[in-house]
C-alpha cells in the first residue's frame, strides 16, 4: 500500500472528527447537555472501537470493519474535542480567555506529539528487536527508510514474517492509544459536578 492509499484510508476518520464536534456542539448548545456528557461518551466510544480494533486481523487492509471503527473512533475523538472547547468560556474567566485558549491548543498538540512518540518508538523497538537475529543491519535499516521496497526485495517465507511483526507492532500501538483513551475518561471526570456545567 503507498502512502497516498493509507491516506485516503484515514479520510472516514478526519471526516467523523469533525462531525463528532459538530455534533457536540449542537447537543451542548442546542439541546442545554451539559459537555462534560459528550465528553464522556466520546471516551467510551474510542475505548470500545479501539479495543476492537486491537483484537482484530490485521493483515487485510481491505476489510470493511476497519473503516466502521475509523468512524467510530472519529466520531468520539470529536465529541472529546468539542468538549474542551466548549467547557473552555465555561470555567475560565473572561479576562482569562485569550490565554486559555492558546494553552488548550499547545496541550492538544502536545498531547498528539507525546501519544505519537511513544506509539512510534514502541512499535519500531519491537519491529527492529523481532527481525534482528533474521535480517542484516542494511536491512533493518532499509524497514524504516523505504519499508515496501526492502520488504519486496525479500524472500516469500521472510516476507511474510516480517509483515507479521508489522501488524504485531500495529496492534501494541494500538493498546498505548487505549490506554490514552482510558486516562482521556478519566480526566473527563475530573469535571462532573453538581450541578453540571453547560454552555452559556
Known sequence: MSPLQAGIRLIPFAVS???GAALCAV??????????????????????ALAFL???????ADWPGLLGLEVVIGIGYGLCLGTTSLLNPAVVEKRDMAISSATLTQFRFLGGVLTVSIGTAVGNTRVRDAVEGILSPEQILGLFTSVQTTIASLPNDIQSLVRKQ??????????????????????TLLFWKKPQITVP
Do not use: M, W
Request: glycine content about 10%.
Open 54 to 60: 486491537s483484537r482484530s486481523d490485521l493483515y487485510d
Open 166 to 187: 508489522f501488524v504485531e507492532s500495529f496492534n501494541l500501538q494500538i493498546n498505548i492509544l487505549l490506554g490514552f483513551a482510558v486516562a482521556s475518561v478519566l480526566t
Open 27 to 48: 447537543v451542548c448548545k442546542n439541546h442545554r447537555v451539559a459537555p462534560v456528557y459528550p465528553g464522556l461518551v466520546g471516551g467510551i466510544l474510542q475505548i470500545i
Open 17 to 19: 472528527g469533525a462531525v
